[in-house]
């Protein structure tokens, strides 16, 4: 069941960044119940025409299949948005890939530049053609989706983990740079959902990373969610350049 009060986000417009499966998608689900229209920005059109079918919200749903980690067809994504919705109120910056799994030594260059692209440039690619609209507006919240593997480190996954630490600063520092203006950002830093971004897990990955979490279970998409939506919210209206901690008692600052 989705959680949702439709009067709550009525009449405003969220993209959701990777919004095609996953925790965008659960994302996504939970903006709508919430009242507001959303805007599904991912890679693949199959998969976004897949989501939106399945949120069944007619006109209140628009996908573009958009690359977050080049500025142009972000900037056209944002125009048409706002043409279709008139303007854009919250931006959940989630689209997000893993990368390889390799030590250092071993962890190849293109691939390093690859996961910083998507994760982190994506962010400020989508931050940089929202957000000046969002403070001449005088309101906005931005959520980005960061991960506690951003502020804890994990082995083999320099990349990843340095793309969301990077997320986590660049938060902190917009933030501070529009927080007179009606604009919050804040970031989510969960533990590991079981979705399609880890691939196939064998059951030896699986305990390795359960064993991370004191409570001992992945986190349920629509688990964040429901964090996220708070944080979109006009209720969420004193707290920005926060990292919000999902994590089942795993992040140890
Ligand atoms: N699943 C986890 O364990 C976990 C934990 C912490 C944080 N996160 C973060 O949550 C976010 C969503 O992850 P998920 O688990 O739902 O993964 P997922 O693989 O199921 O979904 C990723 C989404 O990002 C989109 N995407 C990937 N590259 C893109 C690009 N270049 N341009 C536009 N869209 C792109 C995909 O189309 C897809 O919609 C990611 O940022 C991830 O780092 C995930």
Same mark, same amino acid.
């Given at each position: ?23 965008? @998608? ?80 071993? *962890?190849?260059? =293109?691939?390093? =530049?690859?996961? @910083? ?21 005088? *309101? ?19 990349? *990843? ?48 990373? @359960? ?43």
């Amino acid at each position: 069941m989705v959680n949702g009060d439709p009067s709550r986000l009525a009449g405003q417009c969220a993209v959701v960044t990777g919004g095609s499966r996953g925790i965008g @998608l659960a994302v996504a689900r939970r903006l709508l119940a919430d009242g507001a229209a959303v805007s599904l920005w991912a890679r693949d059109q199959a998969v976004l025409e897949a989501a939106s079918g399945q949120l069944a919200a007619g006109a209140r749903v628009s996908c573009h299949c958009v690359d977050v980690s080049n500025p142009d067809e972000v900037s056209g994504a944002a125009d048409q948005t706002r043409s279709r919705f008139g303007r854009v109120d919250i931006l959940v910056n989630n689209a997000g890939i893993l990368g390889p799994r390799a030590a250092v030594g071993d *962890y190849p260059h =293109e691939a390093f =530049e690859t996961v @910083l692209a998507v994760n982190l440039t994506g962010t400020f690619n989508c931050c940089s053609a929202i957000v000046p609209e969002m403070v001449r507006n005088g *309101y906005g919240r931005v959520v980005n989706v960061a991960s506690v593997v951003g502020k804890d480190g994990n082995p083999f996954v320099s990349g *990843y983990a340095a793309s969301k630490a990077g997320q986590i600063a660049l938060t902190k520092s917009l933030a501070k740079e529009v927080a007179r203006s009606g604009v919050l950002v804040n970031a989510v830093t969960p533990s590991a959902s079981e979705t399609e971004i880890f691939g196939r897990l064998d059951d030896d990955r699986r305990q390795k990373l @359960l064993a991370n979490v004191p409570m001992g279970r992945f986190v349920e998409p629509g688990e964040i969610a429901n964090l996220v939506a708070w944080l979109c919210s006009p209720e969420c209206s004193f707290s920005t350049g926060a990292v919000f901690d999902i994590s089942g008692g795993r992040a140890s600052f």
